[in-house]
């Protein structure tokens, strides 16, 4: 089973995903991380990569799909994945089509209000990197490890409106891309009461 998350910022995507990998034994594939680690393995995508963000510069869609398509041929993928992150844009969700067969698109519909609450909220702790947010933990140290929580300098509401009006323009067109096997579940819920529907439903479609 092959599953996208798609959603804005902050609408708990990296969570959910981690949740239904554990459960339905599926490979959490983030994007971003994806990234992280070819560059630092040193892998020829990665070396590529590197190049156009060291100038700056957005890496091509042609170099995210080869590491893509390198890291969903893996044998621990053999049972399906979860992308987080990807696709962003209704091109890179063609040139997917041509690599993997997704089973499922789960949309998580978050209020842009939400949104910007959960950014200006968001807390990092500086040694183990646990994320909280003020609205249900208010303290200043790390609830696991003790060290001090630190905002992060672009969870600022100039930042997150810009990443809502990119969203909106390229990345919300894939909700009617994806219309023919879309699951929406409201995200503003805890993550347990978000996640029951979702659960549900994969039980079903499993």
Same mark, same amino acid.
């Given at each position: 089973?092959?599953?996208?998350?798609?959603?804005?910022?902050?609408?708990?995507?990296?969570?959910?995903?981690?949740?239904?990998?554990?459960?339905?034994?599926?490979?959490?594939?983030?994007?971003?991380?994806?990234?992280?680690?070819?560059?630092?393995?040193?892998?020829?995508?990665?070396?590529?990569?590197?190049?156009?963000?060291?100038?700056?510069?957005?890496?091509?869609?042609?170099?995210?799909?080869?590491?893509?398509?390198?890291?969903?041929?893996?044998?621990?993928?053999?049972?399906? &994945? +979860?992308?987080? $992150?990807?696709?962003?844009?209704? %091109?890179?969700? @063609?040139?997917?089509?041509?690599?993997? #067969?997704?089973?499922?698109?789960?949309?998580?519909?978050?209020?842009?209000?939400?949104?910007?609450?959960?950014?200006?909220?968001?807390?990092?702790?500086?040694?183990?990197?646990?994320?909280?947010?003020?609205?249900?933990?208010?303290?200043?140290?790390?609830?696991?490890?003790?060290?001090?929580?630190?905002?992060?300098?672009?969870?600022?509401?100039?930042?997150?409106?810009?990443?809502?009006?990119?969203?909106?323009?390229?990345?919300?067109?894939?909700?009617?891309?994806?219309?023919?096997?879309? &699951? +929406?579940?409201? $995200?503003?819920?805890?993550?347990? %009461?978000?996640? @029951?529907?979702?659960?549900?439903?994969? #039980?079903?479609?499993?």
């Amino acid at each position: 089973m092959n599953l996208i998350l798609l959603g804005a910022p902050f609408s708990g995507k990296g969570t959910l995903a981690r949740q239904i990998a554990k459960d339905f034994g599926l490979v959490h594939i983030s994007t971003g991380d994806l990234f992280r680690e070819n560059i630092k393995d040193g892998t020829e995508v990665g070396n590529l990569a590197k190049s156009y963000m060291d100038k700056g510069q957005l890496v091509p869609d042609s170099v995210t799909i080869a590491m893509l398509k390198e890291r969903i041929s893996q044998k621990d993928c053999k049972k399906g &994945f +979860v992308l987080d $992150g990807f696709p962003r844009t209704i %091109e890179q969700a @063609k040139a997917l089509e041509k690599i993997a #067969k997704i089973d499922a698109v789960i949309e998580l519909d978050v209020s842009f209000d939400e949104v910007r609450r959960r950014c200006l909220g968001r807390r990092v702790c500086s040694k183990c990197g646990e994320i909280y947010n003020t609205s249900t933990y208010n303290k200043t140290t790390c609830k696991a490890c003790g060290s001090p929580l630190f905002q992060r300098d672009d969870d600022n509401l100039e930042t997150v409106n810009h990443r809502l009006e990119v969203y909106e323009k390229q990345t919300s067109p894939l909700i009617n891309f994806y219309a023919d096997r879309l &699951f +929406v579940v409201k $995200g503003e819920n805890s993550p347990q %009461e978000t996640y @029951k529907p979702v659960k549900n439903f994969l #039980k079903r479609s499993d």
